[in-house]
Every structure is written in structure tokens, then in C-alpha cells.
């Protein structure tokens, strides 16, 4: 049982809200593509200097830049 807790601990299962590091890992992507895709517009939240991202505007906003994609092609 201690290994599922570190696994999902690890890939931040059941966390709504992902803080940067925990972003990557969920991804499976470097930092500095997560700062590009910050820039081209990753819905993120910021509270008192702190930086979430929703798992689920993420997954939104991919699924949303795969279609543009698909359509630029």
C-alpha cells in the first residue's frame, strides 16, 4: 500500500489545484516548455505570490491547442 500512496503522492492523483513542479511531472514535460506553454496562455492561478494550476483547465486548454493544431495542418 505504501507504494500506490508514493505513486499517486508522486503524480499528484486527487490534487485539483498542481503547483509548477507537480505540473511537469503530470505531463511528463520539462519546466522550461511548461514556462513556453505559461506564455502562450496555460490557465493558471495565482494567490499571494503562489502559482496553481487546475487539472482540469490544463487538460482543456491541450485538448483545445491539439485541435487548433490539427486544423493549422
Not at 492523483?13 to 505531463?27: A, E, F, Q, S
Not at 522550461?32 to 490544463?58: E, H, K, M, Y
Request: proline share 1%; aromatic share 6%.
Amino acid at each position: 500500500m505504501g507504494e500506490v500512496k508514493r505513486v499517486r503522492t508522486d503524480a499528484a492523483i486527487g490534487t485539483r489545484y498542481l503547483k509548477k513542479k507537480d505540473l511537469c511531472n503530470y505531463l511528463q514535460i520539462a519546466n522550461n516548455t511548461l514556462d513556453s506553454w505559461i506564455a502562450q496562455g496555460l490557465p493558471s492561478i495565482t494567490i499571494g505570490g503562489c502559482i496553481r494550476f487546475g487539472r482540469s483547465s490544463v487538460d482543456d486548454w491541450l485538448i483545445t491547442r491539439a485541435d487548433e493544431m490539427k486544423h493549422k495542418s
